[in-house]
Every structure is written in C-alpha cells, then in structure tokens.
C-alpha cells in the first residue's frame, strides 16, 4: 500500500538547523520521492519499505539531539502528484 509522510522535526536547542539539515538530507539519499517546503518534508512511497526506514532515521536523529519533537502525519495514498485546483 503506498503511503505519504509529512514529517516536521523540531529539537529543541539552539543548533537545531544543524540536526534539521541533517535529518532532510538522510531523507534525500533515500530511495522514496521527497518534497519539501518551508514548514516540512513530505516523503512518499510503499508502507512495508518506507515505515522501517523512517524508523531508523528518526532514531538516527534523536539519538543526535537533546530534546527533539516530531511531528507526522500519514495518509493512506500517495500524493506526491498533488496539485491545487483554486
């Protein structure tokens, strides 16, 4: 099943562009489409791949920070070909 992500990471101390840059650039070595805007990251593709690799990034990212929260949203389908209609 294909699903989208968005994926809004916030530590919480004063080097934290550092841990947010690093955070999206794992998301963009990966191998799932990313889409980024000034608020947050969406990452989209199939749920038995994608799951356990957001896991491990977001371990990888805290384990990095002091005090981090992320926030997600998953949607059941993949709406990386979005576009606004007004």
Do not use: C, W
Not at 31 to 41: A, G, I, M, Y
Not at 67 to 81: C, F, G, N
């Amino acid at each position: 099943m294909k699903i989208s992500v968005d994926l809004t990471l916030s530590p919480l101390q004063n080097d934290y562009e550092t841990h947010v840059i690093s955070f999206i650039k794992t998301l963009r070595a990966s191998k799932f489409t990313v889409l980024e805007n000034p608020l947050s990251t969406q990452i989209y593709g199939d749920f038995d791949a994608l799951m356990p690799f957001l896991t491990e990034a977001i371990k990888t990212s805290f384990e990095g920070t002091d005090i981090a929260v992320l926030t997600m949203k998953i949607v059941k389908t993949d709406r990386s070909d979005y576009e606004p209609h007004f």
